[in-house]
């Protein structure tokens, strides 16, 4: 789901697996029971079953909710299997989670301010 999103968005991912069974209201149930979140705020959710293959994104854009659904023909989502329920995560780590990286990335190469070299 390589989509541009807005600037001021929130991305929160769902750790662990979900049912992907599961529509638009079944997971707006989860963001709003499970999470104690609003589905209707400027966040995107993203949400991952247990073959970790495929991935839901729930967004509302003020006069509906937005369904995405991706399927990967090989390979597999870097989906976090930690206990939180669910975690803000920012749009470079939703990039590594695209890309097949893990959002845990260990080192990260910082950028250099623009130093004058004598």
């Not at 979900?18 to 989860?30: F, Q, Y």
């Not at 589905?39 to 079953?49: A, K, M, R, S, Y």
């Not at 206990?83 to 893990?102: A, H, N, P, S």
Request: net charge positive.
């Amino acid at each position: 789901m390589k989509v541009k999103f807005p600037d001021d968005i929130r991305i929160y991912i769902a750790c662990g697996k979900t049912d992907m069974r599961k529509s638009i209201d079944g997971l707006a149930t989860i963001v709003t029971n499970n999470f104690n979140l609003n589905p209707f705020d400027n966040v995107l959710f993203l949400f991952c079953g247990g073959k970790r293959d495929r991935m839901k994104a729930l967004l509302w854009e003020r006069d509906g909710f937005l369904l995405l659904y991706k399927r990967l023909e090989n390979g597999v989502f870097q989906w976090p299997k930690t206990t939180e329920d669910v975690r803000e995560i920012t749009e470079k780590q939703y990039r590594w989670l695209i890309e097949g990286l893990t959002i845990d990335q260990k080192k990260i190469i910082q950028e250099v301010s623009n130093k004058k070299i004598v």
